[in-house]
């Protein structure tokens, strides 16, 4: 399976960007402390070990991993304080697609806008 790189970023109160081919939406940083990510059409959604960005090598596996694993109705384990290098792998199936996700930094800024935090990571498909 090859990766590819994203980025989710949300700048103030606007609305977040590039989480909707995963089936996802940023819905607002719980608390000020948390992004909170939750499905917006995704089937499942799901928190992968940190080591299975290079253990699953195959769609079988993905599926695999993604149906034994208990579905989450919001993931917020990324800050909006300060940024951060993170090892976060999720698992996502959405409209028949199984996505492997690699969150590995945040960061944190903040303009005219307000807070602009910016999630690097790469996903598998």
Do not use: C
């Amino acid at each position: 399976i090859n990766s590819e790189e994203f980025t989710w970023q949300r700048s103030g109160g606007s609305a977040a960007t590039g989480l909707a081919p995963f089936g996802l939406k940023w819905v607002s940083n719980g608390k000020s402390i948390s992004a909170i990510i939750t499905k917006d059409g995704a089937d499942k959604f799901v928190l992968l070990d940190s080591d299975d960005w290079t253990n699953i090598t195959s769609q079988s596996e993905l599926e695999q991993s993604i149906n034994q694993a208990n579905d989450m109705s919001e993931y917020d384990n990324i800050s909006v304080e300060a940024s951060s290098e993170y090892n976060e792998v999720l698992g996502v199936k959405y409209e028949g697609h199984l996505f492997l996700l690699h969150i590995y930094e945040a960061t944190v800024e903040v303009n005219a806008q307000g807070v602009v935090v910016t999630i690097f990571g790469e996903y598998k498909q």
